[in-house]
């Protein structure tokens, strides 16, 4: 079965805590990208990784780290600077790194991430 | 800014009925992509439509792309009470390696 998944579906954090979204793909894509949606809001890109031990921000990084070891992993951590962190969390991934196309990108379900 | 701004931000219509959702942009780009993402959940691709291409069919899907007037249009005939979601269009600017997602359209339709 083919696919990326996230976990975990729901978390909730108190302030002052970091938390780790995790990402992990089968299917072979070289790119991956996590992505904030706030209610009634688009996606915004956080990070974004063409390939394996390379990443690079997007446009609110700020309050968040990433790291991409492995082709198929790719874990979001949510720091205790970032100062507004309650939104669902999508992670996708793509065939190609967008430097050479942009390609459709394929989605996991997502976190919902509430700070208590 | 927004890349892609879609219009309406909610559309409600009754089933058999037809939706069109329009997407503008402001930059030239390379492709421009719709996705649906039913309550709570992952986006899912619909269609992607090149910028050297105009109209593009899908099932019951058909998307429209005019450069001149940087915009786009989806449109789902016959509609279903599953096609209740939101749909995002999503553009990539040329020069940049980023997708840029719109803030969407809520469909509703009505059984």
């Known amino acids: 079965d083919g696919g990326i998944t996230q976990s975990p579906k729901y978390l909730f954090r108190k302030e002052g805590q970091n938390v780790t979204l995790s990402c992990e793909q089968n299917?072979?894509?070289?790119?991956m990208y996590w992505y904030r949606q706030d209610p009634g809001q688009g996606l915004r890109l956080i990070y974004y990784?063409?390939?394996?031990?390379?990443?690079q921000k997007g446009d609110i990084a700020e309050g968040y780290s990433v790291s991409r070891e492995k082709k198929e992993s790719f874990p979001l951590t949510v720091t205790s600077a970032q100062k507004n962190p309650t939104a669902f969390y999508l992670c996708?991934?793509?065939?190609?790194?967008?430097?050479?196309?942009?390609?459709?990108?394929?989605f996991g379900p997502g976190t919902r991430l509430t700070v208590l | 800014s927004q890349q892609g701004e879609e219009d309406p931000q909610a559309l409600s219509i009754q089933e058999g009925e037809n939706a069109t959702m329009n997407c503008s942009y402001k930059?030239?780009?390379?492709?421009l992509q719709w996705y649906r993402q039913n309550s709570g959940r992952g986006l899912v691709h619909l269609i992607l439509?090149?910028?050297?291409?105009r109209e593009k069919h899908s099932g019951r899907l058909r998307v429209t792309l005019d450069t001149s007037k940087k915009s786009s249009s989806l449109l789902i005939t016959a509609s279903r009470a599953a096609d209740t979601a939101s749909y995002f269009c999503?553009?990539?600017?040329?020069?940049?390696?980023?997708?840029?997602f719109g803030k969407g359209t809520k469909l509703t339709v009505n059984p």
């Open positions: 996708a991934s793509s065939i190609r790194p967008p430097k050479i196309s942009t390609d459709t990108q394929y």
């Open positions: 299917l072979n894509h070289d790119a």
């Open positions: 990784s063409q390939i394996v031990n390379d990443f």
């Open positions: 930059t030239s780009i390379n492709n």
């Open positions: 439509i090149r910028s050297n291409e």
């Open positions: 999503a553009t990539d600017r040329r020069g940049s390696e980023k997708l840029v």
